[in-house]
């Protein structure tokens, strides 16, 4: 079932928003150079997250077209497995962890989980063994670092979010109506704003 040019007006703009949202970090990262130097292990690596963050999104795309922006239970865009749905998980949890690594990779328990986690996450996904706990660590460790790092209280915003995305989601599946499609979105891809915004506040504290 296809969604009507109404609903379509809704959706496609905020998966085009998700898919571009993480390049906010671009500029923030070279206007703050020398801050983040001094507080982060790697600010490189957050160059990398961003590519793969927007992977995830582009992949996300993918499927959602696949499935004529229709989201159901039965779809893979719902509770369904595929390649594209996989790909899409993946590219989210490896663009977190390269977040994590550029935050605190300069300890080996860190470069343990993330390299775990991204093997793990594969294999979860395809045995459908609790496929969403590795990105739910990822991003718990992620936050937590940020805040350590940044001492700003804004990045706890990013679990609001997380709550949000998750009930939208789920009313979602159970009333198969679009427009909860394009919360779910609008939620899952807006919670790393609040990471911008933490760091950029302390930079300029």
């Known amino acids: 079932m296809k969604i009507d040019a109404k609903m379509s007006a809704w959706i496609l703009p905020i998966h085009l928003y998700a898919l571009f949202i993480p390049l906010i970090f671009i500029p923030m ?3 703050n150079e020398s801050f ?3 507080r982060i292990h790697d600010q490189q690596s957050l160059f990398l997250a961003v590519l793969f963050l927007m992977a995830g999104s582009f992949f996300e795309v993918c499927q959602n077209h696949s499935d004529e ?3 159901t239970e039965s779809s893979a865009s719902g509770n369904g497995y595929s390649l594209l749905d996989g790909l899409f998980s993946f590219s989210i949890v490896m663009g977190q962890c390269l977040i994590l690594y550029s935050f605190i ?3 080996t328990l860190i470069k343990c989980l993330c390299f775990f986690l991204v093997l793990a996450m594969p294999i ?3 045995k459908k063994i609790l496929p969403f706990l590795p990105l739910t660590i990822i991003g718990a460790a992620n936050t937590f670092s940020a805040y350590f790092l940044f001492e700003q209280e804004i990045v706890f915003l990013q679990f609001l979010f997380i709550a949000f995305t998750v009930i939208f989601f789920n009313k979602l599946l159970k009333t198969e109506n679009q427009f909860y499609h394009g919360l779910t979105t609008l ?3 807006s919670g790393i704003i609040f990471l911008y915004l933490a760091i950029e506040i302390s930079s300029n504290g």
């Open 29 to 31: 990262i070279n206007q």
């Open 36 to 38: 983040l130097s001094a």
């Open 69 to 71: 922006w229709y989201v």
């Open 105 to 107: 990779g300069d300890h």
């Open 124 to 126: 979860m996904y395809y």
């Open 187 to 189: 939620f899952a891809s």
